[in-house]
T-cell receptor, first 112, second 113 residues
Framework: GESVGLHLPTLSVQEGDNSIINCAYS??????FIWYKQESGKGPQFIID?????DKRQGQRVTVLLNKTVKHLSLQIAATQPGDSAVYFC???????????FGTGTRLQVFP | KAGVTQTPRYLIKTRGQQVTLSCSPI?????VSWYQQTPGQGLQFLFE???????NKGNFPGRFSGRQFSNSRSEMNVSTLELGDSALYLC????????????FGSGTQLSVL
């Protein structure tokens, strides 16, 4: 199947620190990007999205940065909490394809 | 508003059998997508339906099929099950004409013995 690549399978951070999860995408024609959080036993949950005409978008404690020059996407989580422990997926959509392509995921572990 | 509902939650089958999974999208959503998720893998796109028509299909064999009904509910079928079909099957719905922000169900965990 098709997929967008993620580099780090596991990220461990201390509670209260900021987390940065990275994602590389290969299709320069992709124009919509989205981050999902998946907790054990649950389906992926929408976190934040961004279109290619933007380079930054902020939500509650989360920020997504898009660098189209190097085809890189990142998710920043401020003041990481134990409840943030989960697997995080990035996904891309290319106009006209009508489907989201997901990365392999990064596991975020938050320790006290 | 109720979320995406998938049934059954767990399923155990043996090789060679066939299985049907069901998905009820969020009310008002007309697009339904199916994904396969296996340990250590990302979500692999299976297919997507919009207004009862299959609009996109992933790189899976013909044993995997699906359909969508007029009320937007969807089913996927896997015939002649193989051990490698053991996975979490996720359904997602979207309100948009293009398949962007997806809302996922909790999935059906299929185990093939």
């Amino acid at each position: 199947g098709e997929s967008v690549g993620l580099h780090l399978p596991t990220l461990s951070v201390q509670e209260g620190d900021n987390s940065i999860i990275n994602c590389a995408y290969s299709n320069s024609a992709s124009d919509y990007f989205i981050w999902y959080k998946q907790e054990s036993g649950k389906g992926p949950q929408f976190i934040i999205d961004i279109r290619s005409n933007m380079d930054k978008r902020q939500g509650q404690r989360v920020t997504v940065l898009l660098n189209k020059t190097v085809k890189h996407l990142s998710l920043q989580i401020a003041a990481t909490q134990p409840g943030d422990s989960a697997v995080y997926f990035c996904a891309e959509n290319t106009a006209g394809t009508d489907k989201l392509i997901f990365g392999t995921g990064t596991r975020l572990q938050v320790f006290p | 508003k109720a979320g995406v509902t998938q049934t059954p939650r767990y399923l155990i089958k043996t090789r060679g059998q066939q299985v049907t999974l069901s998905c009820s999208p969020i009310s008002g959503h007309r697009s339904v997508s199916w994904y396969q998720q296996t340990p250590g893998q990302g979500l692999q796109f299976l297919f997507e339906y919009f207004s009862e028509t299959q609009r996109n299909k992933g790189n899976f064999p013909g044993r995997f099929s699906g359909r969508q009904f007029s009320n937007s509910r969807s089913e996927m079928n896997v015939s002649t099950l193989e051990l490698g079909d053991s996975a979490l099957y996720l359904c997602a719905s979207s309100s948009m004409a293009t398949n962007e922000k997806l809302f996922f169900g909790s999935g059906t965990q299929l185990s093939v013995l």
